[in-house]
């Protein structure tokens, strides 16, 4: 393998990083603030990749454009799950039984809905974008992909500000590291805990969204996701963001610098070795691992 080849297989593993981190912060916002693995994130991607699907289908509207408008819908959406359903769980500050089974059912539902809706062939969005490449020095690139990259990175920025810069950002900080202080100084749980679902669930609609310019899609187009999500947020550490973009570039660099070894149908194998290996040695992933390092200098 040349320096060429490395060269491009690094900026692979970037440019699928972006989407990566984008699908696993959903999932890390509503852990941390209420303590509940989103097993419905999965149903909640589907829902966006059709979704661009029926705008780009019906109303030929571009599908990255489609994807900016899931952002919103699937906030709102995600508020109206938790108005409905979420909000009558028990408090806990540890993931319950009752909370998996409610959103493993509702990814259920989710899916058997995409199924009696759009039945069970694969749909995929082809555009002008889609095969288009540009040339960055001997590189060459999907512009499909830099676009997609590009939406991702912005998506972080913007959260990144919201979580620094505003109110709720520090109540979900604050809520993330410790729930009873957070209380203790008067943050609204209640409303922190619905817009924070509510933004989780935007952003799996987004997640979704994207990759739905990238891949053929079918009711069951989130499970591989969300397992690569689960994967993802134990390397980087349940709660910490940072660590969650760590884990995306890492499991990004493993899946494709495999390939060039195994082939490509054991790339979900090659993940959960990964998963399997970070709970055995680094359990609080590497969020944990940089914090040990941090004190001890």
Known sequence: MGWLDVLNLLVASL?????????????????????IINLAHAGF??????????????????????????????????????????????VSDQPTLPSLLLLFGLWLVLQNIGYAIWGNH?????????????????????VVQL????????????????????WFGRAVRALTQNPFAGRLVGIDTARTARLSFGLGI??????????????????????PFLLRSFVIIVLGGLESFAGVALGALILALVETFSVQFVPAGYQMAISFSLLVVALLVLPGGVASLLERRGRAT
Do not use: C
């Open 15 to 35: 440019l699928l990083a972006g989407i990566y981190t984008t699908m696993s912060f959903g999932m890390t916002i509503i852990y941390g603030v209420m303590k």
């Open 202 to 223: 935007a952003f799996a609609g987004l997640a979704g969204a994207l990759l739905a310019s990238l891949y053929s899609f079918d009711p069951d187009f989130g499970r």
């Open 147 to 166: 676009v997609v990259f590009a939406v991702a990175v912005v998506s972080l920025v913007l959260l990144q500000l919201l979580l620094t810069r505003t």
């Open 45 to 90: 991607m589907m829902l966006g990749a059709y979704f661009v699907f029926e705008l780009f289908n019906r109303v030929g509207l571009n599908p990255i454009l489609g994807a900016l408008l899931a952002f919103p819908v699937f906030f709102v959406l995600g508020m109206a799950v938790h108005w409905l359903l979420v909000r009558w769980l028990p």
């Open 122 to 142: 694969d749909r995929s969005i082809y555009t002008d974008m889609t095969l288009a490449t540009v040339k960055v020095g001997p590189l060459t690139l999907s």
